[in-house]
T-cell receptor, first 113, second 112 residues
Framework: NAGVTQTPKFQVLKTGQSMTLQCAQD?????MSWYRQDPGMGLRLIHY???????DQGEVPNGYNVSRSTTEDFPLRLLSAAPSQTSVYFC????????????FGQGTRLTVV | SQQGEEDPQALSIQEGENATMNCSYK?????LQWYRQNSGRGLVHLIL?????REKHSGRLRVTLDTSKKSSSLLITASRAADTASYFC????????????FGKGTKLSVKP
């Protein structure tokens, strides 16, 4: 049982480049989300999904796109990378909405130069 | 913006001592959760306490919740060097969406 798998673990991008951070879970969870973690800022919600075909914005959505075509996958797209997007990105999933523990991936450390 | 604020920001203790971390939040909640993050790793769920519960135990962990003061505490008893990590509280304030709002965390260092 792999849980939540994120790829890649590390990535360096040049300003203006685009890329997709992959996230997959094998627990049949309806709810998936993306967070970014910056020093001294804790985790901030970027986008989330309550089920296949349904996504919504979190606290810091600008510069990111998501889609949810299957229950298992929830990729995060950086449209045009900026140095301000240098961060550690975490994907999480949970069984349903409120009241359930979240399972986190190991994170993707992204540097934009 | 952050819903929860942990206190202290950093805590250094000796092995065998107890560690207490506090979390304050701003709005009414349905549940409050505590997570641990080892350096360079993802977050791991520790315990969930519902808004109608006042105290919960799990092994060496004891969590309290005071909804009138909008605060929670996490107590780790008989700490070990392996407890060295950052600890975050997370609240879900909106029914049905399940969005967790995290605090900035307490960095715990347990010296052998």
């Amino acid at each position: 049982n792999a849980g939540v798998t994120q790829t890649p673990k590390f990535q360096v991008l040049k300003t203006g480049q685009s890329m997709t951070l992959q996230c997959a879970q094998d627990m049949n969870h309806e709810y998936m989300s993306w967070y970014r973690q910056d020093p001294g800022m804790g985790l901030r919600l970027i986008h989330y999904s309550v089920g296949a075909g349904i996504t919504d914005q979190g606290e810091v959505p600008n510069g990111y796109n998501v889609s949810r075509s299957t229950t298992e996958d929830f990729p995060l797209r950086l449209l045009s990378a900026a140095p301000s997007q240098t961060s550690v990105y975490f994907c999480a999933s949970s069984y349903s909405g409120t009241g359930f523990e979240a399972f986190f991936g190991q994170g993707t450390r992204l540097t934009v130069v | 913006s952050q819903q929860g604020e942990e206190d202290p920001q950093a805590l250094s203790i000796q092995e065998g001592e107890n560690a207490t971390m506090n979390c304050s939040y701003k709005t009414s909640i349905n549940n409050l959760q505590w997570y641990r993050q080892n350096s360079g790793r993802g977050l791991v769920h520790l315990i969930l306490i519902r808004s109608n519960e006042r105290e919960k135990h799990s092994g060496r962990l004891r969590v309290t919740l005071d909804t009138s003061k909008k605060s929670s505490s996490l107590l780790i008893t008989a700490s070990r060097a392996a407890d060295t990590a950052s600890y975050f509280c997370a609240t879900d304030a909106f029914v049905g969406q399940g969005n967790l709002i995290f605090g900035k965390g307490t960095k715990l260092s347990v010296k052998p």
